[in-house]
């Protein structure tokens, strides 16, 4: 390099280096002296703050994800006709963990429950208290089976008695039955969650009104309405999602759900797995929030 002097700085982290920093001078430029070594060695401490903090953002967000997967179910039931699929994406914008999942178990009737959920927070305190509810629901559907609103209500109060305050969460938990006469059946509740997608081979995307209550964590005296239904004809497919999908800084929800039923009527005819890896990339390509989704689909019309 032509180099006439050069000042050597260890870029160090907690006492241990990691790196060295060197800055040299050339002929053309007057020779560095013992004057300059106190400004390299700060540039060099300020540089090793920045790639050090840099390196411990993604462990962190690395623990984080995997934290949050492993407390997800490792695979899904197959029910026939039904095939469920599903996707959970973590935030870009920071390395914290979160309380969206998604569930599934098939019972001995040979219905099909499933839910997807989001616990308030951005926190460990949210996780723990995401797998709690995720495992006191499977117990309770398990245990004594129900409609989706006496199913909701039975974990609502369960949260209660955690005697935890200010654990909220939305869900949807719904059941599917399929019928060897006609279309398959829905049933759901929703606990403040946003509203299921119901997408047609057909005809526009629709959301699903109908089985709303509070939250869980907030007042269990509130009566719940009772649990929504409807057709699930073949081909259909509906898909349940976090808010994480639809919401964007300073826009109104209401955006968010248009853009989303938009979408996902273009995507109409992939497949479960094409149609959600491609909504995600379409309706949310920022991720500012975790997301999960789980899509529920009707394939009698492709046997």
Not at 92 to 101: M, N, S
Not at 291 to 298: I, V
Request: with cysteine; aromatic share 4%; charged share 20%.
């Amino acid at each position: 390099m032509g180099a006439t002097t050069a000042i050597a700085c260890p870029l160090e982290a907690g006492g241990r280096p990691f790196g060295v920093i060197i800055v040299a001078r050339t002929e053309a430029r007057r020779p560095f002296t013992e004057a300059q070594v106190p400004l390299i060695d700060s540039l060099a401490h300020q540089g090793a703050l920045v790639v050090d903090n840099a390196r411990l953002y993604g462990q962190q967000r690395d623990i984080a994800t995997h934290l949050q997967r492993s407390l997800l179910p490792n695979s899904l039931p197959d029910v026939p006709p039904f095939r469920l699929v599903a996707r959970y994406s973590p935030a870009r914008t920071y390395a914290e963990v979160g309380g969206d999942w998604y569930d599934a178990i098939a019972l001995q009737d040979g219905t099909l429950a499933f839910t997807v959920g989001d616990v308030a927070g951005h926190d460990v305190r949210a996780t723990a208290r995401m797998s709690q509810l995720r495992h006191m629901l499977r117990a309770l559907v398990l245990d004594r089976p129900g409609p989706p609103d006496e199913v909701v209500r039975r974990l609502d109060q369960a949260l209660e008695k955690l005697n935890e305050p200010d654990v909220t969460a939305t869900l949807i938990f719904g059941v599917a039955r399929p019928s060897a006469v006609g279309p398959s059946s829905l049933a759901w509740a929703n606990a403040g969650h946003p509203p299921p997608l119901l997408v047609r081979p057909h005809g526009r995307a629709q959301f699903l009104a109908g089985g709303e209550g509070l939250p869980l964590g907030v007042d269990t005296d509130v009566p719940r309405e009772a649990a929504a239904t409807a057709p699930l004809t073949e081909g259909s497919l509906l898909l349940l999602y976090t808010d994480g999908l639809i919401e964007r800084r300073g826009e109104d929800l209401s955006i968010g759900l248009e853009r989303l039923r938009g979408e996902a009527g273009n995507l109409r005819g992939l497949s479960p797995d094409h149609f959600l890896d491609e909504l995600v990339e379409r309706v949310a390509p920022a991720r500012g929030d975790d997301t999960a989704l789980l899509a529920l689909w009707n394939e009698s019309a492709s046997r």
